[in-house]
């Protein structure tokens, strides 16, 4: 039992990574480009995962938990474990990510077909599963910190998977960029935490914590915001959202599978999984970015006509719900609304997906490679020709809008209720619920308004109409399946009630534990005001809920409000929104070219004052220095020393060769000479 | 003619007269005559001195091997004389200097 609590999960880990591993060697030579290799491991996975979620619900102890580790690094001074931690929360996110992926695995088999990098698209998923994974057991920061920009990684590979397309290739670069500025703070916010506390594991780190002498106050507040910025960035959080809409470029079932369970997951994961160490400044911090995120991103969803973007605005929305859930405490609200909107939203990105797989069909065959395929304005009345696709759209669209009855409501439900009542105790903060309901309208409305322009109404480009069909089984499976997965039934059980989950096996197993930070609140304290704001907060959101949908239904279905006459009366809110806020250009604008010119000005001072004068300076001295010592070898020691040598010697030998004449009697001569002075010398 | 001196003046001047001789002529059979005076001047020493240290035969004898051995060399000078004609059509010593660098 123990083992198997240890080796699966080892499993579920490196399947994926073996699979990439296969894939990207020597994926060209399998049959099919090997994808039969990558949808059997992650299917693999998927069936081990769902054996520990049962192995789980058997047990049905909240406070299981299984952990194993290796010394990865041991200097004494500085140790580094390696290790995986599987609770409950680990359970549940390996099946969500194990089920997602599988669905996207079988999915792209036919949305993918013919790809020119088929096998690589298939390795990367693999790779991106494999780090997914990678953080979700992480048992330490170094360790998630690891797989953490691993997912950074494989997402801008599978972002710019087309990257023959500029817009692809810049939105991969894009993506990864502002992940970086995320990662930069998680980064300073392990070490924060490190420097403190002398460990990375997440025991060490609380229990520490909990003892209130390591690190307090503002030190643990500042850590706590430098490992949300990590999560923002990933989560795609205001400031930091602005990659996800671009994210879009890439296939779109790697859209479903990076924003609906593995890349923006991984954000909110690791905020659930370290919520007891923020402090009540850090969190409500949080559940502002949160809060802001979730009303600015559905705010610009409302005007978007690209499907696709409508969807990433929701993600982008639903994140915001998610992180202002943890940062009001009512934590496990979020990650229960991590795992229902894992479910729905992949399959809207699988509907979307199946929208615009036919499109592209349609236009191919009447040769149109101008038309937008994902542009909803050419779509409309598609109910009828792809009827398994509209009606999981409807049903995945109900649950995110928040009707009762659906896997979302229950989800935004216990997040809005936690809200609510975090704002009933702290009146000042009212208007972080307000946050809350507002985007709940509009999430329903901006969702109503992409079904009924994609599937109702009349078809608005007549000549591919006829062309457009319902997509094959391999595409529909997941989508059946996801659809079937946001009723509510699954979230309840063991007990059959719509408007509650108090009693369910998530309720039951994932427990809110306290939050270390001495002072911080307790679980019970917020889960009693969550508990006493519960129906109003589920009065209010089926409200907004109504609102939302009626809205869209008298502006786009009965068209009895015009769209057109509202946009032109609020004229500037709507080109604010169409514009994104006009987010990127003022980055571009206060961000990038400030920046830009920043760095112009040093590349200046760099080239123009420190290498003309500095370096080109010390270059000339170098230079004169060495003409001159050149000058000294050359004329003096050669030319005088060496050379006068030889020269000594030359002039020497020629004069002394004077002496040798030839001449007999010279040399007699010297000889007489010698003797004569020889004699003189001797006579005295 | 009784004393040592005059003789041994004589030879010293033959002696001179064979070494100007020989450094000075430009004709080889010049220099070889000069040495046939300076092997000459040498006999006389010889004679001189044998002489006057009680007539021991000595120096005779020795007078008579350089008077062989001048006979000799000048046999074997002339080849070389005649020999040095044939080659540069000239017996002027200084042009007999090609071993001159």
């Known amino acids: ?684 | 003619m009784h004393n040592l001196e005059s003789y041994l003046f004589i030879s010293a001047m033959l002696f001179c007269l064979g070494v100007f001789g020989v450094m000075t002529r430009r004709n080889a059979i010049a220099v070889l005559m000069g040495i046939e005076l300076i092997l000459n001047a040498a006999n006389i020493n010889f004679v001189a001195f044998s002489k006057f240290n009680g007539m021991n035969l000595d120096g005779h004898i020795f007078g008579l091997l350089v008077i062989v051995l001048a006979a000799a060399e000048a046999a074997v000078a002339l080849a070389i004389i005649i020999n040095m004609y044939n080659n540069m059509n000239s017996i002027n010593v200084d042009e007999a200097a090609r071993l001159r660098q």
């Open chain 1, 1 to 684: 039992m123990d083992n198997t609590m240890i080796t699966l999960p080892l499993l579920i880990l490196f399947l994926p990574l073996i699979s990439f591993v296969i894939l990207i060697f020597f994926g060209k030579k399998l049959p099919r480009q090997g994808d039969w290799v990558a949808v059997g491991s992650i299917v693999t996975t998927f069936f081990f995962a769902l054996y520990l979620f049962f192995q789980m619900l058997l047990e049905y102890d909240p406070n299981f938990s299984h952990g194993a580790s290796f010394s990865w690094i041991d200097l004494d001074a500085f140790k580094i474990d390696q290790g995986i931690l599987i609770d409950n929360l680990t359970i549940i996110m390996l099946l969500i990510v194990a089920l997602i992926s599988s669905c996207t695995h079988i999915f792209s088999l036919k949305y993918m077909e013919g790809d020119i990098r088929y096998n690589r698209y298939y390795a990367y998923l693999g790779l991106f599963t494999f780090s997914m994974n990678g953080i979700v057991l992480a048992d330490n920061l170094i360790s998630m910190y690891i797989s953490w920009e691993l997912v950074g990684v494989s997402s801008y590979l599978l972002i710019g998977h087309w990257f023959e397309k500029d817009s692809a290739a810049d939105a991969s670069i894009k993506a990864f960029l502002t992940n970086r500025v995320g990662d930069i703070g998680f980064f300073i916010g392990i070490m924060l935490l490190y420097s403190a506390v002398g460990s990375f594991a997440f025991g060490p780190i609380f229990d520490s914590i909990a003892t209130g002498n390591t690190i307090t106050g503002l030190t643990l507040t500042l850590a706590g915001l430098g490992i949300f910025l990590g999560a923002a960035g990933k989560s795609s959080q205001f400031p930091l959202h602005i990659w996800l809409p671009d994210a879009m470029e890439g296939p779109t079932p790697v859209s479903a599978l990076m924003h609906a369970a593995t890349m923006v997951a991984a954000g909110v994961y690791m905020s659930v999984r370290l919520f007891p160490i923020f402090t009540p400044d850090a969190l409500l911090v949080i559940a502002y970015i949160g809060g802001i995120t979730a009303i600015l991103a559905s705010l610009i969803a409302i005007t978007q006509n690209d499907i696709k973007k409508v969807l990433a605005y929701s993600t982008v929305s639903q994140l915001g719900y998610m992180i202002l859930a943890v940062g009001t405490g009512v934590y496990t609200a979020a990650f229960f609304h991590l795992l229902t909107h894992a479910m729905f939203k992949a399959n809207l990105f699988y509907c979307s997906g199946s929208v615009i797989h036919s499109m592209h069909h349609a236009l191919h065959k009447i040769h149109d490679e101008k038309t937008d395929p994902q542009d909803m304005r050419n779509m409309g009345g598609f109910k009828e020709k792809m009827p398994v696709t509209y009606w999981s759209m409807l049903i995945s669209t109900l649950a995110i809008a928040g009707v009762p009855l659906f896997s979302g409501f229950l989800s935004k439900d216990a997040i809005l209720a936690g809200t609510l009542g975090f704002a009933q105790h702290h009146p000042e903060h009212f208007l972080l619920p307000l946050f809350g309901f507002c985007a709940a309208a509009i999430t329903a409305f901006y969702m109503f308004r992409l079904i009924f322009m994609t599937f109702h109404g009349k078809p608005k480009m007549q000549n591919i109409f006829k062309d457009i069909h319902e997509s094959p089984k391999e595409m529909t499976g997941p989508i059946v399946l996801l659809a079937t997965l946001s009723f509510f039934i699954f979230y309840t059980l063991p007990k059959f009630n719509p408007i509650s989950t108090k009693e369910s096996w998530f309720t039951q197993l994932v427990e809110a534990k306290d939050s270390v930070v001495p002072g911080g609140m307790t679980a019970g304290e917020i889960s009693g005001y969550a508990h006493h704001a519960h129906y109003l907060a589920m009065g209010l959101s089926i409200v907004a809920a109504t609102i939302g949908i009626l809205l869209a239904v008298l502006m786009y279905y009965k068209n009895i409000v015009s769209p057109k006459k509202i946009s032109e009366r609020f004229g500037f809110l709507y080109d604010w929104s169409l514009n994104k806020f006009y987010f990127d250009e003022n980055y571009n604008r206060f961000l990038y070219q400030p920046l830009l010119k920043l760095s112009d000005t040093i590349s200046w001072l760099d080239w123009e004052f420190y290498d003309k004068y500095f370096i080109n300076g010390f270059g000339r001295a170098t230079n004169l220095l060495s003409k001159l010592s050149g000058k000294f070898d050359y004329d003096g020691i050669d030319q005088g020393l060496v050379d006068g040598l030889g020269r000594i010697t030359d002039a020497g030998g020629k004069n002394l060769r004077k002496i040798q004449t030839g001449r007999l009697q010279n040399y007699l001569l010297y000889v007489v000479a010698g003797i004569l002075v020889i004699i003189i010398i001797q006579a005295f």
